[in-house]
């Protein structure tokens, strides 16, 4: 059974950085497409950026100051954002296809999700 954990949020300064991480567990991701996503109060879930073995993809508005890496070893999956603004105040979330997948990009449907944890960024 496919499960993920994310940890890593908090309540920082703008300006500041995070590293998010999502745990897997029932399986081995070091070949599965995995993403990131966030969704604020009152507006639509938004994609931040998916990783299929060697690529990765990363919305156009965050690509200068995010990253998405994995670590096969620890069977986890990050998210690096630097530069945090008040408009990254999120619930992030770690989502996976659980090894079965044909493409990998933004606009994937994942089975898989976290429960999700929550960023803040205070001015």
């Known amino acids: 059974q496919v499960k993920l954990v994310e940890s890593g949020g908090g309540s920082i300064q703008a300006g500041g950085s995070l590293r998010l991480s999502c745990v897997a567990s029932?399986?081995?991701?070091?070949?599965?497409?995995m993403g990131w996503f966030r969704q604020s109060p009152g507006k639509e879930r938004e994609a931040v950026a998916v990783?299929?073995?060697?690529?990765?993809i990363i919305q156009n508005s965050l690509e200068d100051r995010s990253n998405i890496f994995k670590d096969n070893s620890k069977n986890t999956v990050y998210l690096e954002m630097n530069n945090l603004e008040v408009d990254d105040t999120a619930m992030y979330y770690c989502a996976a296809f659980g090894g079965r997948w044909s493409s990998c990009d933004l606009a994937e449907t994942f089975p898989y999700w976290g429960q999700g944890t929550q960023v803040t960024i205070h001015t």
């Open positions: 029932g399986y081995f991701i070091n070949r599965d497409c």
């Open positions: 990783i299929g073995g060697s690529m990765t």
